[in-house]
């Protein structure tokens, strides 16, 4: 064994790094039972940012949330560093590729955290739409920005195909409980939401880059919002969102119960 790999043994067996690393899958999973619950609002005529920093700005509203949104932020620095070391154990150079793309992701939620939580406002919507907007005005920008979308499909195809294989349980270390028949269900019904929600944003970036209409591609928010006008629209974005909320109940169940 390597000294890098014993290295990262070492720290995967230590409680604190262990701890904190159950402190980020709680947090993906608050994060998305918030996210459902502002798109069922939104679905009843409310309003909300029905994304990530709406759910986080969503917390630091209430008494304690800011420390909560802090100890989030601290939770996914250790689970992206986590997945470094998952990546430095795996065999297959396609699985480090997988978990390295996870890092930079729970990497930049814990960005997005930590800037909410200095007093930041973000308006991830907006923030889409100023960038697709940029890469319009670019050179060969509208095919950079129609790859951009396609690449969001396919992460929504795979999402859909895991949720409906059950191919997520290769990921899942659950104790072989009742628990875990009900974590699976959640799984699936949570992953299959997700891809339909991915399948709608990069579907919307891509008519984006199509039309020239920056407008359209809004991101996470502005996709379930444009549910609502169409028909039957309210009633598609409460499925989506009960299933966003499974999902995050999910991660909240693997928090806990799953062996790391």
């Avoid at 999973?29 to 709406?54: E, F, K, N, R, W």
């Avoid at 955290?113 to 991830?124: C, E, K, Q, R, T």
């Avoid at 929504?156 to 899942?172: A, S």
Wanted: glycine fraction near 14%; charged fraction near 10%; charge should be positive.
């Amino acid at each position: 064994m390597s000294a890098p790999t014993r290295a990262a043994a070492t720290a995967e067996r230590n409680p604190v790094v262990r701890a904190l690393a159950r402190v980020g899958l709680a947090t993906i999973g608050l994060l998305h039972i918030l996210i459902g619950a502002i798109a069922v609002a939104i679905a009843a005529g409310g309003s909300g940012d029905a994304d990530q920093s709406g759910a986080l700005q969503a917390v630091v509203a209430v008494p304690g949330g800011l420390f909560a949104v802090w100890l989030a932020a601290v939770g996914l620095i250790v689970l992206a560093l986590w997945q470094i070391l998952v990546a430095m154990r795996a065999q297959r150079t396609g699985t480090r590729l997988v978990e390295l793309g996870k890092c930079v992701l729970y990497a930049a939620l814990a960005v997005l955290a930590i800037s909410i939580a200095l007093g930041g406002s973000h308006d991830s919507s907006s923030s889409e739409k100023t960038l697709s907007a940029r890469l319009l005005a670019q050179p060969g920008g509208v095919f950079v920005l129609a790859l951009v979308g396609l690449a969001i499909i396919a992460g929504g195809v795979v999402f859909l195909r895991n949720g409906i294989t059950r191919r997520f349980e290769r990921d899942l270390r659950l104790p072989p409980n009742a628990l875990a028949g009900v974590t699976t269900t959640l799984g699936r019904i949570g992953y299959i939401a997700k891809g339909v929600a991915l399948l709608l944003v990069g579907g919307l970036v891509v008519a984006g880059a199509v039309t020239y209409d920056p407008g359209k591609a809004g991101g996470l928010d502005g996709s379930l919002k444009a549910l609502v006008g169409l028909p039957f629209g309210p009633v598609l974005l409460i499925l989506i969102a009960v299933g966003l909320i499974a999902y995050g109940v999910f991660w909240l169940v693997r928090s806990v119960a799953a062996r790391l």
